[in-house]
């Protein structure tokens, strides 16, 4: 199976600091899509980013931001001064061009006042 | 825009009983919709995939006789458990996407469906 790997399980920092959550994928596909979504404690899978793989563009959005690198199957995503808000699980997916979503495991960030 | 709801959003069900649970596109059509589990802590699982007048395509290991997926319109469909286990007790989560198959758009996530059953 074509995995999507998100080393760490939990991560704990305190408000204002950056953190970075990591995400390696595998794929036998020419074209395929990387996606990161945020799920808080409601449980609703919030879309934060798409990306296919033709677009190795970094991507920034507010606080937010993307490095994708094709070379080290990587698509990390950077959270700049975090917030309590900010708290919840991330995963990152891999698709294909049919839809069908692979997940990492997820991230659990908590952030600290 | 793209938003998609789901219907119960918990519901709790004696064992041997069948539960059925919706999952509506509210502003776009929806020709696939997918049908994920997770269990707690855990990361979400594919079931099904489901397209609009069709049969849907199983994910291996998931019964389809146990997990019955009807997606009889392009804003609806629907996810009937089956004599429902205790171990079938999971959040159900669907999701979906307007576009044809072939261009990897964006998918929808409704709200999900926390079943327990007892």
């Known amino acids: 199976a074509q995995k999507v790997t998100q080393a760490q399980t939990e991560i704990s920092v305190v408000e204002k600091e950056d953190v970075t959550l990591d995400c390696v994928y595998e794929?036998?596909?020419?074209?395929?899509?990387l996606f990161w979504y945020k799920q808080p404690p409601s449980g609703e899978l919030v879309f934060l980013i798409r990306?296919?793989?033709?677009?190795?563009q970094n991507e920034i959005s507010g606080r937010y931001s993307w490095n994708f690198q094709k070379s080290t199957s990587s698509f990390n995503f950077t959270i700049t001064a975090s917030q309590v808000v900010d708290s919840a699980v991330y995963f990152c997916?891999?698709?294909?061009?049919?839809?069908?979503?692979?997940f990492g495991q997820g991230t659990i960030l908590t952030v600290h006042p | 825009g793209a938003v998609v709801s789901q219907h119960p959003s918990w519901v709790i069900c004696k064992s041997g009983t069948s539960v059925k649970i919706e999952c509506r596109s509210l502003d776009f059509q929806a020709t696939t919709m997918f049908w994920y589990r997770q269990f707690p802590k855990q990361s979400l699982m594919l079931m099904a995939t489901?397209?609009?007048?069709?049969?849907?395509?199983?994910e291996q290991g998931v019964e389809k006789d146990k997990f019955l997926i009807n997606h009889a319109s392009l804003t609806l469909s629907t996810l009937t458990v089956t004599s429902a286990h205790p171990e079938d007790s999971s959040f159900y989560i669907c999701?979906?996407?307007?576009?044809?198959?072939?261009?990897?758009?964006?998918?929808?996530f409704g709200p999900g469906t926390r079943l327990t059953v007892l």
């Open positions: 997916a891999r698709g294909t061009s049919y839809g069908k979503l692979t």
């Open positions: 999701s979906a996407r307007d576009s044809p198959s072939g261009t990897g758009d964006t998918q929808y």
């Open positions: 990306r296919n793989s033709f677009d190795e």
């Open positions: 794929t036998r596909d020419t074209t395929y899509y």
């Open positions: 489901s397209n609009e007048g069709s049969k849907a395509t199983y």
